[in-house]
C-alpha cells in the first residue's frame, strides 16, 4: 500500500493484462454451457469391484403401500408444485398407496431445510406406516462434505431402516446428476452406495450408471434457472417417474405366467 501523499506508483502492464483477461472471458463465454462444470470431471475407479448378494426379486401387492424417501428431488423442487414432483407421478403411475417423504436440502450427512439427516429422519418415520417397499432417493448433499464417515452414516441409517420396516423390501435410487459432467464427488457416492446396497442384497438403480441425464436431454430435464437451481423441471419430474417406473419394473417379480400351462411336446424335460 503506497505511503499517505504520495502517489501509487503506475503499473504498465495493467492495460496488456486486461486485454489478456478479456479475450480470455469472450473464449469461454463462446463455450460456455449451463449444464458443463469442467473443473469437476467424473472419479470412477474403472478396476473397483463391487461385492455383492444377487438380490431377490420383489413381490408386491396389487395395491401396496410404498415410501418414498429422499431429498429435494423426492419432495418435488423445482416442479409448478411439489405434488408434482416425480415420487408423486411414480405412485400415481403405478396405482400405488404412497408415502412421499422429501427434504431439501437433507443427506446422510447433511441436516435439511426441514428436518434432520437421513438417519434422523428415519429415526422419526411411523412404525405402523408398515410399507411393502421402501426407496431411497439420493443424496447430492453429501457430495458437499469430507467422505470421512459417509460410510458409518449409509449404514446406520439402512440398519435403522431394515429394523424399523422388516418386511418392505428396500430400494436403494442413487443420485441423479444436477450438472454435467458428473461431479467426482456425486461419482463416488453412486459407487458407495452401489457397493453397500450390493452388500444387503438389495436393488439399486443408478441413473448415473443408466445414462438418465446427458447433454442431448439436460435442458429438458433441468431447470437451470434461479428458482429451479439445477433441479428437475415440471417436465423433468415427469420424464424421471417414467425411468424410474423403467428400471423398477427390472426388479419386480414375473406375476403373469400361468401355472398350469400345457408343456410344449417338443420340448424334453432333462
Given at each position: 500500500?503506497?505511503?499517505?501523499?504520495?502517489?501509487?506508483?503506475?503499473?504498465?502492464?495493467?492495460?496488456?493484462?486486461?486485454?489478456?483477461?478479456?479475450?480470455?472471458?469472450?473464449?469461454?463465454?463462446?463455450?460456455?454451457?449451463?449444464w458443463?462444470?469442467p473443473?469437476?470431471p467424473?472419479?470412477?475407479?474403472?478396476?473397483?469391484?463391487?461385492?455383492?448378494?444377487?438380490?431377490?426379486?420383489?413381490?408386491?401387492?396389487?395395491e401396496?403401500?410404498v415410501?418414498?424417501?429422499?431429498?429435494?428431488?423426492?419432495?418435488?423442487?423445482?416442479?409448478?408444485v411439489?405434488?408434482?414432483g416425480?415420487?408423486?407421478?411414480?405412485?400415481?403411475?403405478?396405482?400405488?398407496?404412497t408415502?412421499v417423504d422429501?427434504?431439501r436440502?437433507?443427506?446422510?450427512?447433511?441436516?435439511?431445510l426441514?428436518?434432520?439427516?437421513?438417519?434422523?429422519r428415519?429415526?422419526?418415520?411411523?412404525?405402523?406406516?408398515?410399507p411393502?417397499?421402501?426407496?431411497?432417493?439420493?443424496s447430492?448433499?453429501?457430495?458437499?462434505?469430507?467422505?470421512?464417515?459417509?460410510?458409518?452414516?449409509?449404514?446406520?441409517?439402512?440398519?435403522?431402516?431394515?429394523?424399523l420396516?422388516?418386511?418392505?423390501?428396500?430400494?436403494?435410487?442413487?443420485?441423479?446428476?444436477?450438472?454435467?459432467?458428473?461431479e467426482?464427488?456425486t461419482?463416488?457416492?453412486?459407487?458407495?452406495?452401489?457397493?453397500?446396497?450390493?452388500?444387503?442384497?438389495w436393488?439399486?438403480i443408478s441413473?448415473?450408471?443408466?445414462?438418465?441425464?446427458?447433454?442431448?436431454?439436460?435442458?429438458?430435464?433441468?431447470?437451470?434457472?434461479?428458482?429451479?437451481?439445477?433441479?428437475?423441471?415440471?417436465?423433468?419430474?415427469?420424464?424421471l417417474?417414467?425411468?424410474?417406473?423403467?428400471?423398477?419394473s427390472?426388479?419386480?417379480?414375473?406375476t403373469?405366467?400361468?401355472?398350469?400351462?400345457?408343456?410344449?411336446?417338443?420340448v424334453?424335460?432333462?
Amino acid at each position: 500500500m503506497p505511503a499517505p501523499g504520495h502517489p501509487r506508483p503506475r503499473r504498465p502492464w495493467l492495460p496488456v493484462v486486461g486485454a489478456a483477461l478479456a479475450v480470455a472471458a469472450v473464449c469461454a463465454l463462446g463455450m460456455w454451457r449451463p449444464w458443463v462444470t469442467p473443473s469437476a470431471p467424473v472419479a470412477v475407479e474403472e478396476n473397483q469391484a463391487v461385492v455383492s448378494i444377487a438380490p431377490d426379486p420383489i413381490e408386491l401387492p396389487d395395491e401396496p403401500r410404498v415410501l418414498i424417501f429422499g431429498d429435494s428431488w423426492v419432495y418435488g423442487s423445482a416442479a409448478v408444485v411439489p405434488t408434482l414432483g416425480f415420487a408423486y407421478r411414480l405412485g400415481e403411475n403405478l396405482g400405488w398407496d404412497t408415502v412421499v417423504d422429501g427434504i431439501r436440502a437433507s443427506g446422510y450427512l447433511r441436516t435439511g431445510l426441514d428436518g434432520g439427516t437421513y438417519g434422523e429422519r428415519i429415526a422419526d418415520l411411523d412404525p405402523a406406516l408398515d410399507p411393502d417397499l421402501v426407496i431411497v432417493e439420493g443424496s447430492i448433499n453429501d457430495r458437499l462434505f469430507s467422505p470421512d464417515g459417509y460410510t458409518d452414516a449409509v449404514t446406520a441409517a439402512w440398519d435403522s431402516l431394515e429394523a424399523l420396516y422388516p418386511e418392505a423390501a428396500i430400494v436403494i435410487l442413487g443420485p441423479a446428476p444436477q450438472v454435467l459432467p458428473v461431479e467426482a464427488p456425486t461419482a463416488q457416492i453412486d459407487l458407495e452406495l452401489a457397493r453397500l446396497a450390493g452388500e444387503r442384497g438389495w436393488w439399486y438403480i443408478s441413473p448415473i450408471a443408466e445414462g438418465w441425464i446427458t447433454e442431448a436431454n439436460y435442458l429438458d430435464v433441468i431447470d437451470t434457472g434461479p428458482i429451479g437451481r439445477d433441479h428437475p423441471s415440471t417436465d423433468g419430474h415427469a420424464y424421471l417417474a417414467e425411468r424410474v417406473a423403467e428400471s423398477l419394473s427390472r426388479t419386480f417379480a414375473e406375476t403373469d405366467v400361468v401355472a398350469d400351462a400345457p408343456l410344449d411336446e417338443e420340448v424334453v424335460t432333462p
